[in-house]
């Protein structure tokens, strides 16, 4: 049977895209036929206005970017860096402060929307002439066949691959189809994002308080101009209470997360407009399966207390990319399952790591337990 592609990513979001764009810019990868399926079509935007979804991109996201040609293009459009955090707890004294200078870091990451770092990808596979999109198109059914995989289309397109690659999300058509086993569990909280606009300038500091409820966290924004009275918040809540907070209107709102902040930046108003969804964490058994591969959120998904998720999601597909530039300068299939499962050894165990932590300081910030209340506040003041 004759391959239509080497490699067919399922998915063109900021993961799949950065794969895409790491693997064609590889002196072995970009000779093979690379393929995205994704189902919106891409329309590039200059909108003033903010985008509710913003990602915390961190400095080893950065140099990913900086190496595939993509962070000028980000840089150009619209980005917010920040030098400083302050985390502390609503129920008592804990409090930690720390800044980039004190870790001799310019930066400690900067606050991205999403719409951004996306529109900068496809910026950046557009003057890499990669004319693989297969878009606007949905991925209907996937089939393991002897020289890989055979895919069908919503359109009814049939194509083949030596390699599929799940990029598709947390609701994965890839991992249902190919049967991938996943450990899944509700956190029984939903997330309230929005933008907002506040009273005091942010200062470049990301704020985190914690509450009985969940945590609060203001991630800073700055304007091309230079005005630092906006933020992005990430409120979570039980879900219930999460429901009742939507149900305000926009001034009652604004009050409510005034409170809720201790007033630290002054009274804060909404910017735009309000989203809410709720919290899951979810883990793939095993990363890859013959001729198969799962990244980003297809294989994990992670509570956002830490901002972690999207960037778990770029050092997967960094090591993918990798091992499949690895394979190729050898002249090995590049859907050879001990390549893949390279690719799964490296990044299972940094994931699993990384969620394990978040599960432990969602409980131990989550409780009211007297005890363990005060033991917090003691760590985070031993922290200083």
């Known amino acids: 049977m004759n391959t239509d592609y080497d490699i067919l990513i399922n998915g063109g979001g900021m993961v799949g895209a950065t794969l895409a764009c790491a693997l064609i810019q590889s002196p072995h990868t970009s000779k093979l036929r690379i393929g995205i399926i994704e189902g919106q079509s891409f329309e590039k935007k200059q909108d003033e206005n ?5 990602s915390a991109i961190t400095r080893a996201s950065q140099c990913l970017f900086e190496s595939l040609g993509v962070w000028p293009l980000m840089a150009a459009q619209r980005i917010s860096p920040f030098e400083g955090m302050d985390v502390w707890d609503a129920e008592g004294t804990g409090n930690i402060q720390f800044h980039a200078r004190e870790m001799g870091e310019p930066l400690l990451g900067h606050i991205v929307e999403n719409r951004t770092i996306q529109q900068a990808l496809y910026e950046r596979l557009e003057a890499l002439d990669f004319n693989g999109w297969i878009s606007p198109e949905k991925l209907l059914s996937c089939e393991k066949v002897p020289a890989g995989w055979q895919v069908e289309l919503n359109s009814g397109k049939i194509l083949n691959t030596r390699l599929l690659v799940g990029a598709d999300g947390a609701l ?72 009742e907070k939507m149900a305000l209107d926009d001034s009652e709102f604004n009050h409510a997360l005034t409170k809720a902040s201790e007033n630290v930046l002054g009274k804060l108003e909404l910017a735009d407009r309000r989203i809410c969804f709720p919290f899951y964490e979810r883990h793939v058994e095993s990363y890859v399966e013959e001729g198969v591969a799962l990244c980003g959120d297809a294989a994990h998904t992670i509570h956002p207390l830490a901002g972690q998720g999207v960037n778990l999601g770029l050092m997967d597909a960094a090591a993918l990319a990798e091992e499949l530039h690895r394979a190729s300068a050898k002249g090995l299939d590049v859907a050879n399952f001990s390549v893949l499962r390279r690719y ?26 007297l005890p363990l209340r005060w033991a917090r506040n003691t760590g985070m003041s031993w922290m200083k």
């Open 50 to 54: 903010w985008e509710p979804r913003v």
């Open 172 to 243: 994965s058509k890839v991992r249902e189809l190919a049967n991938f086993k996943l450990k899944a569990k509700a956190y029984d909280q939903s997330g309230i994002v929005a933008t907002i606009r506040t009273e005091k300038p942010n200062a470049a500091v990301a704020r985190q308080r914690f509450l009985d409820s969940g945590p609060l966290a203001l991630l800073p924004l700055c304007t091309n101009s230079g005005d630092r009275h906006f933020c992005s918040i990430v409120w979570s809540l039980d879900t219930a209470e999460a429901e």
């Open 344 to 369: 799964a050894r490296r990044r299972r165990g940094a994931n699993t790591l990384m969620m394990e932590g978040m599960q432990g300081f969602k409980a131990l910030f989550g409780s009211d337990y």
